[in-house]
Nanobody, 123 residues
Framework: QVQLVESGGGLVQAGDSLRLACAASGRTFSSYGMGWFRQAPGREREFVACISAIGGSTYYAESVKGRFTIARDNAKNTVYLQMNSLKPEDTAVYYC????????????????WGQGTQVTVSS
């Protein structure tokens, strides 16, 4: 019902910036809470940021607060993650998720996921 496609990942150096985008299908995108999560090899999926349906409320993991910004453009059915001052510790596959009922820091609350995009930060 809902398809999510992430883009914008790549290989960058520490201190660089990237902007990830998640394009969504669906006629009711504007009613979904959206989140970004990441997963490194051998680690569980980790919360990064989330945003409410209308974009009025956001929440960030402490590890990215002040460096990352989540935003959405409901007219384009797209959610973004602006990542500044990247660190090697940010290296992971980044996934976007859609929550049909709310927005959450808990991965299991999300109803749909994209396939992920790789972000690699070299030191």
């Amino acid at each position: 019902q809902v398809q999510l496609v992430e883009s914008g990942g790549g290989l960058v150096q520490a201190g660089d910036s990237l902007r990830l985008a998640c394009a969504a299908s669906g006629r009711t995108f504007s009613s979904y809470g959206m989140g970004w999560f990441r997963q490194a090899p051998g680690r569980e999926r980790e919360f990064v940021a989330c945003i409410s349906a209308i974009g009025g409320s956001t929440y960030y993991a402490e590890s990215v607060k002040g460096r990352f910004t989540i935003a959405r453009d409901n007219a384009k059915n797209t959610v973004y993650l602006q990542m500044n001052s990247l660190k090697p510790e940010d290296t992971a596959v980044y996934y976007c998720g859609a929550d049909l009922y709310s927005y959450s820091t808990v991965a299991r609350e999300y109803d749909y996921w994209g396939q992920g995009t790789q972000v690699t930060v070299s030191s």
